[in-house]
Structures are given as structure tokens and as C-alpha cells.
Antibody, heavy 122, light 108 residues
Framework: QVTLKESGPVLVKPTETLTLTCTVS??????????VSWIRQPPGKALEWLAH???????SYSTSLKSRLTISKDTSKSQVVLTMTNMDPVDTATYYC??????????????WGQGTLVTVSS | SSELTQDPAVSVALGQTVRITCQGD??????ASWYQQKPGQAPVLVIY???NRPSGIPDRFSGSSSGNTASLTITGAQAEDEADYYC???????????FGTGTKVTVL
């Protein structure tokens, strides 16, 4: 059974760095054509893709947030970590991690974590 | 362009058919995937690629694509289909993922 679970602070102050961890089970972060993405959703708004990391350590970041994001993985711990620097109240959102896989040339998010709400406030 | 545009809201009578569209330049090169999100829940994949349904997704959900537009059709909408729906694809560069603006489906 594939599961993903996000963990991290529920409240961060403006200008601080957010560190979120996604712990996965039911699959290995070394599986070919698989990876983990981070996606966020501000309250009442649309989903926004942030970054992903694949088994071969290929990484990609949202152009608009690239300067603030770092994604990494620890295969032995089955964890993917996202850091976002210089947090601002507009970054208040539910942050999801999701498994990303490639099927017939299509990338898709087939399993999602429950999400974790991060509030940015002083 | 890295944008995928959807109508903000649509409504459908119980048992009728509704089509949700997603427009963007990248859809000329890449297939879309579709996600259903109910309040307070994580999104769920309902359609991917040309017209593929993950296990457990009812066959009333189908997908299609033409030019710069991808579509999700619900044939015989049920009350439990009331949700927000998001399309997703790569952007035109192929290096990033992008989500659509979302469509709220109301079943009357």
C-alpha cells in the first residue's frame, strides 16, 4: 500500500525558512520513473506545483519560486525534503507531497499525502 | 506559456452529462491529467493520458484532447461527483508541471 505523509511546522514567521518532510511507504525512492512532487494550495485557491525529484536525482522547480526552493531525498529513510526560504504570508497554504510517475510518456500524480497546512504569520 | 485555463464553475443535473475543458498551449504537445478534489481532501487522479482511468475510477469519467484543449466528461453525473476538478500537464518547455485554474462542478 502506497502512502505519503507530510510533516513540518504548522506556523512559521515571515522571513523564516520552511522545511517540510515527506515520508513515503509502499514504494522505494529508487524505483525507476518514479519520484515525489510538492504541490501547494492556498486556502480557497488552485493547486500550484512547486518541485519534483526523481529516482535518478533529477530535480525540477517552479520557475516563479526556483530561487527559494530546494528539494532533496534520502532514499534510505524514504524521505523527500523541501525547503522554502524567506517565507511570506502569501505562502500560507496546504502543502502536499505526491508520488509522480511516468506512464506512457505522461507524468501523473497517482498517490497524494493528506497535506499539511502551513500558516505564515508573525 | 505555462498557463492552463479552466472555466471557474459548471453545473449539471443529476444523471446528465457535463464537459470540463482545459486550455493551454502546452496541450498541443502534452496530454493532460485530471484530478478531483472534494472539500478538505487531497486530490484524486481520475483521468490521465489519452483517456486512461486509474483502477477504481468509474467509467462515467472520460477524457479527450484536441489542439490546445483537453476535456474531462462526466456521463451520467452523480451527486458524489460534486467537487473541484483540476487539469495538469507539463508546461511548454516540458521541464515543469502546471495545474489548471480549477473548475467547481455542482450537481443539481
Amino acid at each position: 500500500q502506497v502512502t505519503l505523509k507530510e510533516s513540518g511546522p504548522v506556523l512559521v514567521k515571515p522571513t523564516e525558512t520552511l522545511t517540510l518532510t515527506c515520508t513515503v511507504s509502499g514504494f522505494s525512492l529508487s524505483n525507476a520513473r518514479m519520484g515525489v512532487s510538492w504541490i501547494r494550495q492556498p486556502p480557497g485557491k488552485a493547486l500550484e506545483w512547486l518541485a519534483h525529484i526523481f529516482s535518478n536525482d533529477e530535480k525540477s522547480y517552479s520557475t516563479s519560486l526556483k530561487s527559494r526552493l530546494t528539494i532533496s531525498k534520502d532514499t534510505s529513510k524514504s524521505q523527500v525534503v523541501l525547503t522554502m526560504t524567506n517565507m511570506d504570508p502569501v505562502d500560507t497554504a496546504t502543502y502536499y507531497c505526491a508520488r509522480i510517475i511516468m506512464v506512457r510518456g505522461v507524468t501523473l500524480f497517482d498517490y497524494w499525502g493528506q497535506g499539511t497546512l502551513v500558516t505564515v504569520s508573525s | 506559456s505555462s498557463e492552463l485555463t479552466q472555466d471557474p464553475a459548471v453545473s449539471v443535473a443529476l444523471g446528465q452529462t457535463v464537459r470540463i475543458t482545459c486550455q493551454g498551449d502546452s496541450l498541443r504537445s502534452y496530454y493532460a491529467s485530471w484530478y478531483q478534489q472534494k472539500p478538505g481532501q487531497a486530490p484524486v487522479l481520475v483521468i490521465y493520458g489519452k483517456n486512461n482511468r486509474p483502477s477504481g475510477i468509474p467509467d462515467r469519467f472520460s477524457g479527450s484532447s484536441s489542439g490546445n484543449t483537453a476535456s474531462l466528461t462526466i456521463t451520467g453525473a452523480q451527486a458524489e461527483d460534486e467537487a473541484d476538478y483540476y487539469c495538469n500537464s507539463r508546461d511548454s518547455s516540458g521541464n515543469q508541471e502546471v495545474f489548471g485554474t480549477g473548475t467547481k462542478v455542482t450537481v443539481l
